[in-house]
């Protein structure tokens, strides 16, 4: 499980192709069930690592695994965190209907986000969301989905996401 982290580590350090390596041989040397619980959260780490390192349909598919895997075993723990990361790689490939079915995951994934009262992940979801927005020139949209959701904070505010969101505001502006 270390050696997992170590690669998602790397992955977020920005060294996608050898974060993506140490994942896979992490996921690959420990049984499913050893980690059940934290397999999805791997995979769709291991699936960004992959669209990181340029390998996209790779990243694709096991992102379907971890999305297939998730409605198959009801573990809904981190199911919007899986569709909000499922939007960002359909941004990165761009394919023409990529980009409104990127829309779709991330309001999908602030639903599920909304459903189980989880904060962080509707801060992520709506983060992504508003930044698709922006890059579209649809500002009001984007400060509109935004701005509630981080005003919902009391504390945490010099964490990553807390930080990228308060960014992202003050673009808006």
């Not at 050696?3 to 994942?23: D, H, P, T, Y």
């Not at 769709?44 to 992959?50: I, K, V």
């Not at 701005?147 to 919902?152: E, G, H, I, L, S």
């Amino acid at each position: 499980m270390g050696q997992c982290f170590e690669g998602v580590l790397l992955i977020k350090r920005g060294e996608s192709g050898a974060g993506s390596r140490l994942l896979r041989a992490g996921l690959d040397r420990v049984p499913e069930a050893a980690f059940h619980h934290h397999t999805n959260f791997f995979l769709a780490e291991l699936a960004e690592g992959l669209g990181g390192a340029g390998r996209l349909a790779e990243g694709f598919v096991v992102m379907e695994r971890a999305l297939a895997r998730a409605k198959r075993s009801e573990e809904g723990w981190c199911f919007a965190e899986l569709l909000r990361k499922n939007g960002e790689l359909l941004l990165v490939r761009a394919a023409p209907t990529d980009v409104a079915n990127a829309e779709e995951s991330f309001r999908q994934a602030l639903e599920w986000a909304r459903r189980q009262d989880a904060l962080s992940w509707e801060l992520r979801s709506a983060t992504s969301l508003a930044r698709l927005y922006h890059r579209q020139g649809r500002i009001p949209q984007a400060r509109k989905g935004l701005a509630p959701v981080y005003q919902r904070f009391t504390e945490g505010f010099t964490t990553a996401d807390l930080l990228a969101a308060k960014a992202l505001l003050d673009a808006l502006r």
